[in-house]
């Protein structure tokens, strides 16, 4: 391991998106009249990140990483992953206990090794907890939570009873509004 993001293969990525599909009710839409693209199975909160997104405020949006980060850290067992998906791009196991050497995420570049899959190498984006033109999932295997966001409303999406409090407390601290909830479950 070592590595704080690991590349799912073309068939880990297939059947990951399928059991996501299966689980989330994912109908991915870029028209802003609809309004839940998302079936959360449990609790939902909806939170809006506008402020950060569209202030290009690079001390925000590191903060707004980083804290991200520690609580996902906090609900993952040491050693175990979360899939981080980019919806139409590669995909991840995210360990993140694994630390990112103090940068974030945004931007970063993983060159997978030629010979991992027998063929040359390419270049594939880490997903951020920002989305950056396409919807950005982070959850682990048995999706009892899960952070997914929602480029085109600029929201974020927090499901999972637990997951809910630990987010909550964070995105509130970083003064980001929570606009929706549900109590499902």
């Known amino acids: 391991m070592g590595q704080r993001f690991e590349l799912l293969t073309d068939s880990e990525t297939?059947?990951?998106?399928?059991?996501?599909?299966?689980?989330?009710?994912?109908?991915p839409s870029i028209a802003l009249n609809i309004p839940f693209v998302f079936t959360s199975p449990t609790t939902y909160s909806i939170y809006d990140i506008k402020n950060i997104m569209c202030t290009g405020d690079e001390t925000k949006w590191n903060a707004y990483e980083n804290q991200i980060s520690e609580v996902m850290k906090e609900l993952t067992p040491c050693g175990e992953y979360l899939f981080a998906l980019d919806w139409q791009h590669s995909c991840f196991r995210f360990y993140p206990h694994i630390l990112s050497n103090?940068?974030?995420?945004?931007?970063s570049v993983y060159e997978q090794p030629e010979a991992d899959l027998q063929r040359q190498s390419y270049n594939a984006y880490y997903p951020t907890f920002?989305?950056?033109?396409?919807?950005?999932?982070?959850?682990?295997?048995?999706?009892?939570?899960?952070?997914?966001?929602?480029?085109?409303?600029?929201?974020?999406?927090?499901?999972?009873?637990?997951?809910?409090k630990c987010f909550e407390t964070c995105l509130l601290d970083l003064g980001i509004p929570k606009i929706a909830e549900s109590n499902r479950g």
């Not at 059947?15 to 109908?27: A, C, L, M």
């Not at 103090?102 to 931007?107: A, F, L, M, N, V």
């Not at 919807?135 to 600029?154: A, K, R, T």
């Open 130 to 164: 920002i989305p950056n033109g396409d919807y950005m999932f982070f959850f682990p295997g048995n999706f009892e939570w899960g952070y997914l966001s929602h480029p085109w409303h600029q929201e974020v999406w927090i499901y999972g009873n637990g997951a809910s």
């Open 14 to 27: 297939d059947q990951i998106w399928s059991e996501f599909y299966k689980h989330i009710s994912f109908r």
């Open 102 to 107: 103090g940068s974030t995420c945004e931007k």
